[in-house]
């Protein structure tokens, strides 16, 4: 079973602060990872992905990055956090041979 | 055109109806098919595949179209918990998966 742990819950930053947010994946070796967002009242917005340790993909420029420490590790950070950055994160993951996404439980980020 | 869209309702029903949701993609080459629940401020979670034949769970039926790149979900006899928003899913292997923006169906009694 594909179990993603996903903390903190909920955020609350102020402009220009820094973000880092962690996920971590057990059941799945070698899993493909997500980090989305949804802003309030739009959909889910695919940020980044990672196929292997180092190997990240971003698929929206912007103030937001990721890293792949190890296999089951994905990390979220900003330098500088944006009025616009506020929204609801969530990891995912895919097994290999699985086009299903699970998703953590997420973490609400309001940034005021 | 969006990649994948989905009327956002809200869609108000009464316990026990039956309602259906629609959802129409844009590529062609899409080769898999979800439809996800995500209640409020939490994450979204599988409800079931769509196949090419059609396929049902319980009280949900789901049906893909691939002439008109159109999926549908079926729910019969609604009940309160059904209260969600429901995310169409549209695939192929090798790429990210594309989200619906959702349809909200809020049940009453």
């Known amino acids: 079973s594909q179990t993603i742990h996903q903390w903190p819950a909920t955020l609350v930053q102020p402009v220009g602060s820094p973000l880092s947010l962690e996920c971590t994946v057990e059941?799945?070796?070698?899993?493909?990872l997500y980090w989305y967002r949804q802003a309030a009242g739009r959909g889910l917005q695919l940020l980044f992905y990672?196929?292997?340790?180092?190997?990240i993909s971003s698929e929206v420029p912007q103030n937001l990055s990721a890293s792949r420490p190890q296999d089951r590790q994905f990390i979220l950070s900003s330098k500088k956090l944006l009025l616009s950055d506020s929204g609801f994160y969530l990891c995912?993951?895919?097994?290999?041979?699985?086009?299903?996404?699970?998703f953590g439980s997420g973490t609400q980020l309001s940034v005021l | 055109r969006k990649e994948v869209e989905q009327d956002p309702g809200p869609f108000n029903v009464p316990e026990g109806a039956t309602v259906a949701f629609n959802c129409t993609y844009s590529?062609?080459?899409?080769?898999?098919f979800f439809w996800y629940r995500q209640d409020c401020r939490k994450e979204p979670k599988l409800l079931m595949s769509?196949?090419?034949s059609g396929n049902e769970d319980g009280r949900f039926t789901a049906q893909l179209n691939r002439a008109s790149q159109y999926i549908s979900l079926l729910i019969r006899d609604s009940k309160l918990s059904d209260s969600a928003t429901y995310l169409c899913?549209?695939?192929?292997?090798?790429?990210?998966?594309?989200f619906g923006k959702g349809t909200s169906l809020l049940v009453t009694p």
């Open positions: 995912a993951q895919k097994g290999p041979t699985n086009e299903k996404l699970f």
């Open positions: 059941g799945t070796s070698n899993p493909n």
């Open positions: 990672s196929v292997g340790i180092g190997q």
């Open positions: 590529n062609s080459a899409s080769q898999s």
């Open positions: 769509v196949y090419s």
């Open positions: 899913v549209v695939t192929r292997t090798g790429y990210a998966l594309n």
